[in-house]
Each structure stands twice: as C-alpha cells, then as structure tokens.
C-alpha cells in the first residue's frame, strides 16, 4: 500500500503544490494517466487481495516517477527537462507496471508454492 499512495501523493504534489500556472485539462490529463497504474493497483488490493501484485504494479512505476520528479524538479540538468515528464507515463504504463504486475505474480506463485510444500 506505501509505493500506492507515494505514487498519489508525488503527482498530487506535482499539480498542486510543485506546478506553476493554471491547471488545464492536458495537465489533468497527463496527471491521470500518470495516476491509473496506482489505481489499477489499488483496485487489485482492495477488491481482489492481491498483494504481492498490487506491490510490485505499483513499485516499479513509483521509481520511475521518482526519477523523473528528480529530474525535473530537485536537479534539472537542461531546459529540455519537463519534457521527460510528458513521456515517462508510457513508459510507466506500458514497461514498469506490466512488468511489476508479473513479478507480483509470480512473487505469489512463490510465495503460495512455498507455504503448500513447507508442512
């Protein structure tokens, strides 16, 4: 549940307190799709119980938009920097969470494979 609400609460941030300017309708947009793999993730913990997917959905996408937080906003090294955070939300919903939710899975399967062989 931590990497979920750190994920919220970073693009909350980012609209409401880091952002400068009107909020209009792309930086919403930007912001929602930035938010449904924290979403997604929130719907298979509550309403599914699956854990160890909703962890690692959420975990993987959360480090990539740590870096991008970093790199624009803490440490920007160029002018071109804000860019990245127009683009990083592919990246994060179509590699990082896919590729979080499987190791979830497959961190489940582990984990459920051990508990029955341990007895």
Sequence with gaps: MLPMAAGFLLHLNIVFIQGSGPINVIILTLVGVSILPYAVCAVLLFRFRRDFEAFFGSLFPLMLDIGVYYSV?????????????????????????????????????????RRTNAS
């Design 73 to 113: 906003y803490v440490d920007p090294s160029h002018t071109h920097a804000a860019l990245l955070y127009t683009v990083a939300w592919k990246g994060s919903l179509f590699a990082l969470f896919p590729a979080g939710l499987i190791v979830g899975w497959l961190a489940s399967r582990f984990v459920g494979w």
